[in-house]
C-alpha cells in the first residue's frame, strides 16, 4: 500500500455551463490518496494513513485525474508546427510523406515509444489514437502502451485510396489486419481496438462498408475518424458521396455512427447532424489549437451538446501535447463566440466527461476508491509571474482558471499511471 498526500480536485458530476461556484468542483485539500497493490485507489482521506504505508507528502500541489486525450496521431509527432496549409494542403504536403516513414518497423517502435512518454510529460494517462495505416504501427502502440501501463484505444488506419504509395491498404487485407489485431489486443490488458477510419476521402465505399459490418458484428468495438473539419474537405466529400446528405450521413449509412465513435472536430456539421450525432450516442473530439493552427474554423460546443463533447490535442495538426493548453485554446475558441468556458468545465471535460463519453468511468477520470490510479501532481506556478497572478486569486475558480490558462507541461512535477510513478520531473 502507498500514500500520496496533495490537494485533489475532480469532477463526480457535469458542471453547469458557465457556473464558476466552488460547488461544481470536488475540492479536497491536503487529502491522502490511498492506492493498493493492484493499481486502483483503495482510500481517499483526511486522516493519516496507517503505520507502515509508504508516504508521499505533496501538500500544495494539485493532484488531477490523469488526462484523456481523445484524438491524437502517434506518428505525428514530426510534422508539428508545419507552416502554411490548410488540412488538405497540409496532410499532402507534410503528414501523408512523414507517415510513410512508418512503414518500417523499427522506426514505428521508436515513435511510438517516444510519443507514449511525451503523453506521460505531459500529464496524460489514457488517449485514443491514430497510428498509421501499417498494421505493425498498431501492434507498436497496444504494446509500448501495455508496457507504461496506460489506457490506449487505437487501431490501424483504415485508407485504400487518395493517399500515396506506402500508404493504402485494400479491403480484404485491411480486413484481415483489424481481425488479428481484434483478436489479439481488444480487451487484453488496457488495451481496446477502434475501427479507424482516418476520413470519408480516404476509404472506397467498400471500405468504409467493411469498417460498418467489422463494428456491426462487435459492438464493444470504438470507431474514430474526422468530421467536418475544414470546408474544403468538406465539398470534397459533398463530390465524392453525392448521395449522401451530409458529410456525416457518409458515416451513418455506412454503420459507423454509434455510442462508441469518437469523431474528432466537427466543426461544419448542422443542425440536422448534431441531432444525429446526440441520437447515436457519438461523440465530438474537440481539438482547438488544430483548429486554430490550421485555420480551420470555430467549434460551436453550446450548439453541439447535448451530444458530448470530448477535449482533443489533434498533434500534428494540433501545436501541443498538453491538455492544459489546449484547454486554454478552447477557452480563447468560445471566448471568440461570445462564449465563456468555465475551468470548472473544461477540466470536466478532459476527464470524468472524456471517461463516460468512452464508457470508462468504472476505470478512469476520477478520484474514487475502485478507479484505476492514474493521476498527475502539478505545481500551481513555476515562476514568478505566475507565482504572482495565484497569490491574487480570490476564489477557486479563478485559482484554477488562472492555473489552466498559465500552465502547460513544466508544471508537471510527476506523472502517475496504474500506481505506478511513470514519469517524474527531474529539478524540482
Ligand atoms: N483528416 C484526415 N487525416 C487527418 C489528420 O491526420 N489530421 C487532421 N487534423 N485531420 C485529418
Ligand atoms: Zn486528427
Redesign the pocket.
Known amino acids: 500500500m502507498k500514500a500520496i498526500k496533495a490537494d485533489l480536485l475532480d469532477f463526480p458530476k457535469q458542471p453547469q455551463w458557465g457556473e464558476t461556484a466552488d460547488s461544481e468542483a470536488r475540492w479536497r485539500p491536503a487529502h491522502w490518496l490511498l492506492l493498493d497493490d493492484k493499481g486502483r485507489i483503495a482510500a481517499i482521506q483526511q486522516h493519516d494513513p496507517p503505520e507502515g504505508v509508504t508516504r508521499e507528502d505533496h501538500t500544495g500541489r494539485l493532484l488531477l485525474p490523469g488526462f484523456i486525450d481523445t484524438h491524437v496521431?502517434s506518428p505525428?509527432l514530426p510534422v508539428m508546427a508545419s507552416y502554411g496549409t490548410e488540412?488538405l494542403d497540409?496532410?499532402n504536403t507534410y503528414?501523408f510523406p512523414s507517415e510513410t516513414a512508418w512503414q518500417d518497423e523499427a522506426v514505428a517502435q521508436h515513435g511510438t515509444a517516444l510519443f507514449l512518454d511525451a503523453l506521460l510529460a505531459h500529464g496524460t494517462t489514457a488517449a485514443v489514437v491514430?497510428p498509421t495505416v501499417h498494421k505493425t504501427s498498431a501492434e507498436a502502440l497496444f504494446a509500448e502502451a501495455t508496457r507504461r501501463g496506460m489506457r490506449v484505444i487505437g487501431g490501424k488506419v483504415l485508407m485504400d485510396r487518395h493517399a500515396p504509395d506506402g500508404l493504402r491498404d485494400d479491403v480484404r487485407g485491411a480486413e484481415r489486419d483489424c481481425r488479428d489485431l481484434i483478436e489479439r489486443w481488444h480487451g487484453q490488458g488496457r488495451n481496446a481496438y477502434a475501427v479507424t477510419v482516418?476520413?470519408a476521402?480516404?476509404s472506397t465505399p467498400e471500405q468504409l462498408a467493411m469498417a460498418g459490418a467489422l463494428c456491426k458484428a462487435d459492438p464493444t468495438l470504438y470507431m474514430q475518424t474526422?468530421v467536418a473539419?475544414?470546408r474544403d474537405?468538406v465539398r470534397w466529400v459533398a463530390e465524392l458521396f453525392p448521395a449522401a446528405r451530409s458529410y456525416l450521413d457518409v458515416y451513418a449509412r455506412a454503420g459507423l455512427l454509434h455510442e462508441r465513435s469518437v469523431l474528432?472536430?466537427g466543426i461544419w456539421l448542422d443542425a440536422e447532424d448534431r441531432a444525429r450525432l446526440y441520437a447515436s450516442g457519438a461523440h465530438v473530439a474537440h481539438?482547438p489549437t488544430?483548429n486554430l493552427f490550421?485555420g480551420?474554423g470555430l467549434f460551436d460546443w453550446r450548439a453541439t451538446s447535448p451530444a458530448a463533447v470530448s477535449m482533443a490535442t489533434?498533434v500534428?495538426?494540433?501545436t501541443s501535447l498538453s491538455m492544459v493548453r489546449t484547454l486554454a485554446a478552447a477557452y480563447t475558441v468560445q471566448a471568440l463566440q461570445g462564449q465563456r468556458l468555465t475551468a470548472w468545465s473544461a477540466l470536466h471535460t478532459t476527464t470524468r466527461g472524456a471517461a463516460e463519453a468512452l464508457h470508462l468511468q468504472h476505470e478512469i477520470g476520477a478520484l474514487e476508491p475502485g478507479l484505476m490510479a492514474d493521476f498527475c501532481l502539478w505545481d500551481w506556478s513555476v515562476g514568478p509571474v505566475d507565482a504572482q497572478r495565484q497569490r491574487r486569486a480570490q476564489s477557486l475558480h479563478e485559482k484554477v482558471f488562472a492555473w489552466m490558462t498559465l500552465a502547460d507541461e513544466r508544471h508537471l512535477a510527476a506523472t502517475w499511471v496504474a500506481g505506478t510513478p511513470r514519469y517524474t520531473r527531474r529539478t524540482a
Do not use: I, K, V, Y
Request: with cysteine.
Open positions: 496521431h505525428q488540412l497540409w496532410l503528414t491514430f482516418r476520413f476521402p480516404t474526422h473539419e475544414n474537405e474528432a472536430h481539438c488544430s490550421l480551420s489533434d500534428g495538426g494540433g
